[in-house]
């Protein structure tokens, strides 16, 4: 066991050195291997077998099969690399996900720079473990979601991807290990629960006056229109007047900002907790509520939006992660 | 559980299908009528499942009932088929099972790699021009599977393009792994199938060799080197028949332990040889025997090849392909006796009853005659003189045939006046065999001679005091089938090919010429692809490399190795030089290299104008207008439409900027 792990190691090591992370690659010697597939190693016995039967029987046709069969093999193992090298892969923008879910991450596939066609099922999958995801070269669309378990809260290296192809004839595996340098934040799993922090605002957890901002709910007044305002603001009606674009505007009922605030309490209830918090995040925001949070000793002051979301779901993840 | 259907609109599946069908089909004759019709229906269910019209397939309970059935029937009827037709039939069965089943990945690999194994087992038993093609076809078609499985939504035409360009690449080194690839011999004795005999046979009734007569199968083709032989002296033998028990001659089964004996002692038997000596190749049909072919005294320095002590060529292996073989035949040196004492042993037995009135005649004939010589003049004469007709149509002689064939019918074929001729000489106390062989062969040009079944003849071998005589009855009888074979001689009655369809086609002089023609390209393949032997392999290397000592045969290896090598790389040639189709862009990219030796690299969002202006901030000076000249033109050229006078003045300003470019940035790094 410990042998196989120190093995696994050494492989890692050595992986890293020979093709280091990075976020875009092209596929070229350096990082391609390639071997004859099972079925590849099957060809070679059948290559054989047919040569035994071709003599024993002094069959020079058999033979001559034989031979053709071999000579394939070797035409093909040129194809397959050929077909493989030449591709890059790019990284797209990565997503955040939920402890417990799934993160999304999305591959660019582009064509050499000689825009030969390539051919051929590509197939993804994380090192060592199943295929993932297969992608037809000559008839795919960018770009390929990979998806890679969360289990747990915090940042979240993906593994390496192990690309394979078995162009043309399915002799040979060409394959590589890529490691795409990014981190996805995993936000701890929301856990419903209700919000007590609406009642408990009113006993001092509440801050600020209420104020009057901008909304859709109710309208308030009619003022000039400033481009960049959405057109379904505007009061056709005085437009149609002639009184120049005109906007309507709106208000929302002006909200109370809430606090939310880790208790102090044992670390067996923290990562509950730090659920809870999130699930109430979630529902305040969609409430377009304003909301601060306080962690620790770490404070985000109340605001809303879908950055402020990110910003405390981010710490929230991370809370704790560091040490 | 219902099982998902895999094979729904599955080209590779379909394809495989299709192999597997056409490759059970070609094994007609092997094959039991039951793994056909198994076959049939594992395609029948392929096919619903492609075009979707069963949506599951069958259950793996049910497949595995069949199995089981099927194993019981074939181990039932398997066990008369012997060890080749038995795998044979195991093989087609399993595969058809397997595609009945044919679900996973690695079921469809190892069916296909099955296919491939029973495409070379199909050219054991068909080695002709026409399945030879065949069965190239079907490897293409297995090939062009594999590629729909790899990728399956290639269109048809690009999928056979492709395939074809990786066939066209690998056939040359195929044939000159084949040409070079030494020979080995068998490497052990393979089961062979048994039933269809074709050809003569080691048991003699006469009467067999007139059924003989009526096909006009080849039997094999010589080519002489330099002297052919007249038609008088083309007395193929093949089989010595020693035992006669007053109705069929046969092998002795002495000569036949003895035989076996030399053999496995390796003993061969090395007759006195002298004079002069037709030297040819011969390639013999398949036979399922081992028996081969030669003229007279018929030394072979071929491996395979071997001699035993009466004069009877045998091969080390059956013959279930076609197999070529170099003789040389001394016609002028007599055939002493192999083994004396036992050869005059052997052919001097006759059944103890039996045939009484030839017993009689014989007894007679010897008391007035007292020499040998006279005693076979007479014994001619009983032929010449008696009234004998020679047939096709010999009547059934069950009981004392040589009585009934001599006295009553006096009508016969080869064999029975060579069964009678010997036993009236062993009753005369001369020793005396049957020979079975061929007698003729018809000459294509100065080439080639084929000989056809028809040309099967017996004849009669006497011990004199010079060796072995030869004695032929027949012709006393019937001269013409001496000169012009059998056709002539049985014209009178036209009988000859009476049974075989077409044969009176043979008298069309264009439809005989075409005929002639197919036997031309028939021959041309047996002779170079099918007999290419080892000694072929060794004159082409010795013609290549003079003297085959080790370091040359070394050096040869590598050079073959390298060959290859670079056939391949060859082959690929183009992806590994720059691509020139767009000239403008080459240049232009030549262009950007430099510049990214000068550690200004364009990032691939950028367009070609906007890094221009890149380049101008950081080399201003010459190499910046030089940069935007190419850039202009560059544009100039993809981006918009020319006349053809333009693009070469564009063309060959690029050519001149690329060079000023390379100086002005030198000169600014330097």
């Known amino acids: 066991?410990?042998?196989?792990?120190?093995?696994?190691?050494?492989?890692?090591?050595?992986?890293?050195?020979?093709?280091?992370?990075?976020?875009?690659?092209?596929?070229?010697?350096?990082?391609?291997?390639?071997?004859?597939?099972?079925?590849?190693?099957?060809?070679?016995?059948?290559?054989?077998?047919?040569?035994?039967?071709?003599?024993?029987?002094?069959?020079?046709?058999?033979?001559?099969?034989?031979?053709?069969?071999?000579?394939?093999?070797?035409?093909?193992?040129?194809?397959?690399?050929?077909?493989?090298?030449?591709?890059?892969?790019?990284?797209?923008?990565?997503?955040?996900?939920?402890?417990?879910?799934?993160?999304?991450?999305?591959?660019?596939?582009?064509?050499?720079?000689?825009?030969?066609?390539?051919?051929?099922?590509?197939?993804?999958?994380?090192?060592?473990?199943?295929?993932?995801?297969?992608?037809?070269?000559?008839?795919?669309?960018?770009?390929?979601?990979?998806?890679?378990?969360?289990?747990?809260?915090?940042?979240?290296?993906?593994?390496?991807?192990?690309?394979?192809?078995?162009?043309?004839?399915?002799?040979?595996?060409?394959?590589?290990?890529?490691?795409?340098?990014?981190?996805?934040?995993?936000?701890?799993?929301?856990?419903?629960?209700?919000?007590?922090?609406?009642?408990?605002?009113?006993?001092?957890?509440?801050?600020?006056?209420?104020?009057?901002?901008?909304?859709?709910?109710?309208?308030?007044?009619?003022?000039?229109?400033?481009?960049?305002?959405?057109?379904?603001?505007?009061?056709?009606?005085?437009?149609?007047?002639?009184?120049?674009?005109?906007?309507?505007?709106?208000?929302?009922?002006?909200?109370?900002?809430?606090?939310?605030?880790?208790?102090?309490?044992?670390s067996d209830r923290l990562e509950h907790q730090l659920s809870e918090l999130c699930f109430m995040i979630l529902e305040l925001d969609s409430a377009g509520m304003t909301y601060g949070l306080e962690l620790g000793g770490m404070r985000h002051q109340p605001d809303k939006g879908n950055e402020h979301l990110h910003r405390c779901l981010t710490a929230l993840a991370l809370y704790r992660m560091g040490s | 559980m219902p099982r998902l259907n895999p094979s729904a609109h599955n080209h590779a599946h379909l394809l495989l299908s299709l192999v597997l069908l056409v490759n059970a089909a070609s094994l007609f004759e092997p094959l039991q009528l039951w793994i056909l019709l198994l076959v049939l229906c594992a395609v029948i269910i392929r096919l619903s499942l492609f075009l979707n019209w069963q949506k599951h397939q069958l259950s793996v309970r049910t497949l595995n009932l069949l199995a089981v059935l099927s194993a019981i029937v074939l181990a039932y009827f398997g066990w008369q088929l012997g060890l080749l037709l038995g795998m044979l039939n195991l093989l087609v069965m399993a595969s058809s099972l397997k595609l009945m089943l044919l679900a996973s990945r690695r079921d469809y690999f190892q069916l296909i790699s099955v296919q491939f194994f029973l495409i070379g087992t199909g050219l054991v038993f068909n080695q002709s021009i026409a399945f030879s093609m065949l069965y190239g076809l079907l490897t293409l078609l297995l090939l062009l599977s594999l590629a729909f499985h790899i990728s399956p939504s290639s269109a048809w035409l690009q999928q056979s393009h492709r395939v074809g360009m990786l066939c066209l690449q690998a056939l040359p080194i195929a044939l000159l792994l084949f040409l070079v690839m030494p020979k080995l011999g068998p490497m052990w004795q393979m089961p062979t199938a048994k039933g269809t005999e074709t050809g003569l046979s080691e048991r003699v009734t006469p009467g067999d060799v007139a059924q003989l007569a009526r096909s006009a199968d080849l039997a094999f083709r010589a080519t002489f080197d330099s002297i052919v032989p007249n038609t008088s002296q083309r007395y193929w033998r093949a089989l010595t028949l020693e035992d006669f028990d007053g109705k069929s001659w046969q092998v002795h089964p002495y000569r036949q332990k003895l035989r076996e004996r030399y053999r496995s002692a390796g003993l061969a038997f090395r007759p006195a040889i002298e004079g002069p000596s037709f030297d040819y190749q011969v390639i013999a049909e398949p036979t399922q025997q081992r028996w081969l072919f030669g003229l007279d005294i018929a030394i072979s320095s071929d491996p395979q090849v071997w001699l035993s002590h009466d004069y009877q060529l045998v091969s080390r292996i059956n013959l279930q392909s076609s197999l070529a073989y170099k003789v040389k035949s001394y016609f002028m040196a007599p055939l002493q006796e192999g083994i004396p004492e036992l050869d005059n042993r052997l052919n001097l037995q006759v059944p103890a009853e039996g045939n009484p009135r030839t017993r009689e005649l014989a007894l007679q004939l010897r008391?007035?005659?007292?020499?040998?010589?006279?005693?076979?003049?007479?014994?001619?004469?009983?032929?010449?003189?008696?009234?004998?007709?020679?047939?096709?149509?010999?009547?059934?002689?069950?009981?004392?045939?040589?009585?009934?064939?001599?006295?009553?019918?006096?009508?016969?074929?080869?064999?029975?006046?060579a069964s009678a001729a010997a036993y009236m000489l062993r009753l005369g106390g001369i020793p005396a065999r049957m020979v079975t062989g061929y007698l003729g062969g018809e000459m294509r040009g100065d080439r080639y001679m084929s000989v056809y079944q028809y040309d099967a003849h017996a004849w009669v071998e006497w011990l004199s005091d010079q060796g072995w005589q030869r004695f032929d009855p027949t012709v006393l009888v019937s001269p013409l089938r001496l000169d012009y074979g059998l056709e002539r001689a049985v014209a009178y009655e036209e009988s000859f090919l009476l049974d075989t369809p077409l044969a009176g086609f043979r008298n069309i002089a264009w439809l005989n010429e075409f005929r002639l023609m197919l036997a031309d390209m028939d021959y041309l393949w047996s002779r170079w692809v099918l007999g290419f032997s080892r000694e072929n392999q060794q004159d082409m290397l010795k013609s290549l490399l003079g003297k085959l000592t080790p370091t040359r045969l070394a050096l040869f290896g590598l050079a073959l190795v390298l060959a290859i090598a670079l056939l391949l790389g060859l082959y690929q040639l183009k992806h590994w030089l720059p691509d020139r189709s767009n000239p403008s862009a080459w240049y232009y990219k030549k262009a950007l290299k430099l510049l990214a030796k000068q550690g200004l690299q364009r990032p691939s969002w950028q367009g070609p104008q906007d890094f221009n202006q890149e380049v101008a901030q950081r080399f201003p000076g010459k190499a910046a207008r030089c940069f935007g000249q190419l850039t202009y033109h560059y544009m100039r050229m993809n981006y918009r439409p020319m006349s053809e006078q333009e693009q070469k003045a564009s063309l060959s300003q690029l050519r001149r900027l690329v060079p000023q470019l390379k100086q002005a940035l030198s000169e600014g790094g330097g």
């Not at chain 1, 057109?231 to 906007?247: C, N, R, T």
């Not at chain 2, 006279?374 to 149509?393: C, D, N, P, W």
């Open chain 2, 367 to 417: 008391a007035e005659h007292v020499g040998d010589k006279a005693y076979l003049q007479a014994v001619k004469e009983v032929f010449t003189a008696g009234g004998f007709r020679y047939t096709l149509r010999p009547n059934p002689m069950p009981v004392d045939p040589v009585d009934q064939f001599l006295f009553e019918d006096k009508a016969g074929f080869c064999a029975h006046y």
């Open chain 1, 1 to 266: 066991m410990a042998k196989a792990n120190l093995l696994q190691r050494k492989m890692h090591a050595w992986l890293e050195r020979r093709i280091p992370g990075s976020r875009e690659f092209t596929l070229n010697r350096n990082n391609i291997f390639i071997f004859p597939s099972r079925f590849g190693l099957l060809y070679l016995i059948l290559c054989l077998a047919l040569f035994i039967l071709g003599t024993n029987y002094q069959n020079n046709l058999i033979l001559i099969l034989g031979y053709f069969l071999l000579s394939l093999f070797l035409v093909s193992l040129l194809a397959s690399y050929l077909n493989f090298a030449g591709i890059r892969l790019q990284l797209g923008k990565v997503s955040h996900s939920f402890a417990g879910d799934v993160a999304n991450l999305p591959i660019w596939i582009l064509g050499p720079d000689n825009d030969r066609n390539r051919f051929g099922r590509l197939h993804f999958s994380w090192y060592g473990q199943q295929v993932r995801q297969s992608v037809e070269l000559s008839n795919m669309t960018n770009p390929v979601g990979l998806e890679l378990d969360s289990p747990e809260r915090g940042i979240l290296r993906p593994p390496r991807v192990t690309l394979c192809s078995y162009y043309p004839l399915g002799l040979f595996r060409c394959w590589t290990h890529l490691s795409f340098d990014c981190e996805v934040i995993v936000y701890p799993a929301p856990l419903p629960c209700n919000l007590p922090l609406i009642s408990e605002t009113a006993k001092g957890e509440t801050e600020g006056p209420l104020s009057v901002e901008d909304g859709h709910d109710n309208f308030d007044s009619l003022t000039e229109y400033r481009p960049g305002q959405p057109l379904y603001h505007v009061a056709w009606k005085q437009v149609a007047k002639g009184q120049g674009m005109i906007s309507k505007k709106f208000s929302s009922q002006a909200r109370q900002s809430a606090w939310l605030k880790l208790l102090p309490q044992g």
